[in-house]
């Protein structure tokens, strides 16, 4: 059974950054897909980023270019990488292991001068 446990999530201001972690634990963390997903107060669930077991990624159109998501598998974690940030960025992040119910805790992003 895969676990997942989000960090990095905070307070920043319009156009930084900051790197959210993944981390799993259980099972063989190499083989699944993973994805970030975030939701705003108020708004659904949106799927931000993908990436495959082999390395391949998506990502939405609304952070496409800003947002970077990879993975290492020898530390079973997942990174969201989130540049030039905006506050229509703030939101609950969560990751998540695709097609399960298995979902992290979520982390906290606040965009705020």
């Known amino acids: 059974q895969v676990q997942l446990v989000e960090s990095g999530g905070g307070l920043v201001q319009p156009g930084g950054s900051l790197r959210l972690s993944c981390k799993a634990s259980?099972?063989?963390?190499?083989?699944?897909?993973i994805d970030w997903y975030r939701q705003a107060p108020g708004k659904q669930r949106e799927l931000v980023a993908t990436?495959?077991?082999?390395?391949?990624?998506n990502t939405a159109d609304s952070v496409k270019g800003r947002f970077t998501i990879s993975r290492d598998n020898a530390k079973n974690t997942v990174y969201l990488q989130m540049n030039s940030l905006k506050p229509e960025d703030t939101a609950v992040y969560y990751c998540?292991?695709?097609?399960?119910?298995?979902w992290g805790q979520g982390t906290q992003v606040t965009v705020s001068s």
């Open positions: 998540h292991v695709s097609r399960t119910p298995l």
């Open positions: 259980g099972s063989i963390f190499s083989d699944y897909v």
């Open positions: 990436i495959a077991s082999g390395g391949s990624t």
